[in-house]
């Protein structure tokens, strides 16, 4: 949970609205391997590929379809994703981890509670079978496969009855599932269907050389196991982290770590002690209507030791790391001190997730996505959640309640994979969100051909997913005005992130010839950098060329609802960091302003209940970067 003018704070820092569905699923829609192999090297992915499986018997289909859900066709430059996982078939090493001293490190007491966190090699594993180095395996994409293709073939062996290879590309299901490194069998079970659906579909993409990779659409229905086993890593009290039971969490799949009301809840303990949460009786006293989604900046026991100490002020409802084990921290009915925004609090879930919101190339693995995505689903269903990038937000989409608590936090930053990320979720039946169509809408998409980061883990200006903002209808025009630093690619000053909708009011060819699309909206400039705090977060609604790659954005269609502010006898709007009564006084939660006539799209609302128990209706606006509220009246749909 990451604030610009905090990057110090990282060992600490604790962090979605989930992306407009319904538009992103239209954007997307037997040898044992030698201990003696030679290290072969292609010429070419799709040689990769086949060469893997004539070594290992493993189908080329499968290989396919693992090395684009797990990396992309990328090979992240060699850098190991967030779980220690190296290549696009994410071959992993992880240390056996002593829990209690990640929490000691963290929290500064006495542990008195050990337990082990289990070792995962199938990276020096496969290097052992094939006769190579773990380095090649890290940086040689054909190594990578083999490797990958290698640990397949072993699983397959190990899970089959007569200790044979399958011979129907169906009967790799279970295989695929212990592929997965889940501790928990639900989790190993939706990756296994994620990867025979991606086989099922087929794609097309590229790898890191440009190279075209095609996986053609396969007739296929796995056989389901009926007793999988996982490599549980919490399954009784002795492997528990401290503070965590074998008691039921709320949500089945979780570890119950939820934390003592009497020592936590604001509620109960005396003015003078620290706190970190506060209990309610959810839904029935207070709607929830969002998820927030956030990245921890370090690991799962780091966060949970955090939020284990009632000094630190902070708290969630769920932590997800990177082996799909999920923890519940808070009762959902509690109120979380999780989003930098009280009124977020009081009405949303909190789920933060091992990672980094900085460095793209620590990317999040495909088990911690489809943990996160079937906890997602879940909310959704138990509360009615809408099903777009709205309601199930960006911590970094949150704003600041006041001009003096901005700016709010940035993450899970710009390499979270929302397209990837809402399709997991769809996937789990979920509603499906309405669809508005209008002539100036603009929802934006990852970019085209998009990888991850670029060669050597380093990030290149589109390779992610936060989109920037100029003066004028060209990228050399410059930058809109800003207070943050734009070396920083976690700096939301300047730019907007996929799966939102905006209004344009013009639409241009870039002028320096990039082959962009120039789309002119209305958006909040931080203009007075050189103001004295807290003045320099105030925003002034000014017109600004929106910088899209070709193919990454869908116009005529988005979520929400086109509006132009309108208050009469006036000629700006207030603008406000977050839906309160009258009687809370508007004026101290203005954080900017925007001329009358000015257009937005609105996506979310809210309804305030005023002292003399009449209701105030408030709508959400996509200000800039971040959402931003004003009241219903004072808007005139357009």
Request: charged share 10%; hydrophobic share 30%.
């Given at each position: 949970m990451k604030t610009p003018a905090s990057s110090e704070q990282k060992a600490t820092r604790l962090h979605i609205v989930l992306p407009l569905c319904a538009l992103l699923l239209l954007a997307m829609l037997g040898l044992q391997p030698s201990g003696h192999a030679t290290a072969a090297s292609s010429s070419t992915a799709e040689q990769a590929f086949t060469q893997a499986s004539q070594e290992s018997g493993v189908p080329v289909e499968l290989l396919k379809a693992l090395c684009q859900m797990e990396g992309h066709l990328s090979m992240h430059g060699g850098i190991p994703s967030v779980g220690e996982g190296y290549g696009?078939?994410?071959?992993?090493?992880?240390?056996?981890?002593?829990?209690?001293?990640?929490?000691?490190?963290?929290?500064?007491?006495?542990?008195?509670?050990?337990?082990?966190?289990?070792?995962?090699?199938?990276?020096?594993?496969?290097?052992?079978?094939?006769?190579?180095?773990?380095d090649q395996i890290k940086s040689d994409f054909a190594?990578?496969?083999?490797?990958?293709?290698?640990?397949?073939?072993?699983?397959?062996?190990?899970?089959?009855?007569?200790?044979?290879?399958?011979?129907?590309?169906?009967?790799?299901?279970?295989?695929?599932?212990?592929?997965?490194?889940a501790t928990v069998p639900a989790t190993a079970t939706m990756y296994a269907d994620a990867v025979f659906k991606l086989i099922q579909s087929g794609f097309t993409a590229?790898?890191?050389?440009?190279?075209?990779?095609?996986?053609?659409?396969?007739?296929?229905?796995?056989?389901?196991?009926?007793?999988?086993?996982?490599?549980?890593?919490?399954?009784?009290?002795?492997?528990?982290?401290?503070?965590?039971?074998?008691?039921?969490?709320?949500?089945?799949?979780?570890?119950?770590?939820?934390?003592d009301q009497a020592t936590h809840d604001c509620n109960t303990v005396a003015s003078d002690q620290p706190c970190n949460y506060e209990s309610a009786n959810r839904p029935q006293d207070l709607d929830i209507s969002r998820i927030v989604i956030h990245d921890i900046e370090g690991s799962a026991l780091a966060a949970l030791a955090t939020f284990q100490d009632a000094s630190s002020a902070v708290s969630t409802h769920y932590i997800v790391d990177t082996d799909g084990t999920v923890y519940q921290v808070l009762r959902n009915e509690d109120i979380g001190y999780q989003a930098g925004n009280y009124w977020y609090n009081q009405h949303s879930i909190g789920i933060e997730h091992t990672g980094f919101d900085?460095?793209?190339?620590?990317?999040?693995?495909?088990?911690?996505?489809?943990?996160?995505?079937?906890?997602v689903a879940y909310l959704i269903n138990q509360y009615h959640i809408p099903f777009n990038h709205d309601y199930i937000v960006s911590h970094g989409t949150i704003p600041s309640p006041t001009?003096?608590?901005?700016?709010?936090?940035?993450?899970?930053?710009?390499?979270?994979?929302?397209?990837?990320?809402?399709?997991?979720?769809?996937?789990?039946?979920?509603?499906?969100?309405?669809?508005?169509?209008?002539?100036?809408?603009?929802?934006?998409?990852?970019?085209?051909?998009?990888?991850?980061?670029?060669?050597?883990?380093?990030?290149?200006?589109?390779?992610?997913?936060?989109?920037?903002?100029?003066?004028?209808?060209?990228?050399?025009?410059g930058l809109i005005p800003h207070t943050g630093n734009t070396s920083d690619i976690t700096d939301e000053t300047t730019n907007v992130e996929t799966a939102i909708s905006y209004y344009y009011s013009d639409r241009k060819l870039d002028e320096a010839g990039t082959g962009k699309i120039m789309y002119k909206i209305w958006y909040g400039e931080l203009d007075q950098p050189d103001a004295t705090p807290p003045n320099n977060q105030y925003a002034h609604a000014k017109q600004a060329w929106l910088a899209v790659p070709a193919g990454s954005a869908i116009e005529g269609i988005g979520s929400g609802n086109v509006v132009s502010l309108n208050q009469q006898g006036a000629s700006v709007a207030p603008i406000y960091g977050r839906p309160l009564t009258q009687a809370a006084g508007y004026q101290k939660d203005q954080i900017g302003e925007a001329p009358i006539g000015a257009l937005f799209v609105s996506a979310a609302s809210a309804t305030i209940t005023e002292d003399d128990g009449t209701h105030t209706q408030w709508s959400e606006i996509n200000f800039n970067h971040r959402q931003a509220w004003v009241p219903t009246s004072e808007v005139t749909k357009a």
């Open positions: 696009c078939m994410n071959l992993v090493h992880t240390e056996t981890t002593d829990g209690c001293k990640v929490m000691i490190e963290n929290r500064g007491d006495a542990c008195t509670h050990h337990f082990t966190r289990r070792q995962i090699d199938t990276l020096g594993h496969s290097a052992q079978l094939l006769g190579v180095s773990s190594t990578n496969i083999r490797a990958g293709a290698a640990i397949l073939h072993e699983q397959a062996i190990a899970h089959s009855s007569t200790h044979t290879l399958p011979t129907q590309l169906s009967d790799w299901y279970d295989a695929v599932a212990a592929y997965s490194n590229t790898t890191d050389s440009g190279e075209t990779i095609t996986l053609a659409p396969q007739s296929v229905t796995p056989k389901h196991t009926t007793n999988l086993s996982v490599n549980a890593s919490a399954t009784s009290s002795s492997t528990l982290p401290a503070g965590c039971t074998t008691a039921k969490a709320e949500y089945a799949p979780a570890i119950n770590c939820i934390i900085a460095t793209g190339y620590q990317w999040y693995n495909a088990t911690e996505y489809l943990a996160s995505a079937k906890l001009l003096g608590t901005s700016p709010n936090h940035v993450d899970p930053g710009p390499y979270w994979l929302w397209e990837y990320y809402g399709k997991l979720i769809a996937q789990q039946h979920v509603p499906l969100p309405p669809v508005s169509r209008h002539a100036g809408l603009v929802t934006l998409l990852p970019p085209t051909g998009r990888k991850p980061f670029g060669p050597n883990g380093t990030e290149t200006q589109d390779n992610f997913n936060f989109f920037s903002l100029y003066t004028g209808p060209s990228t050399t025009s």
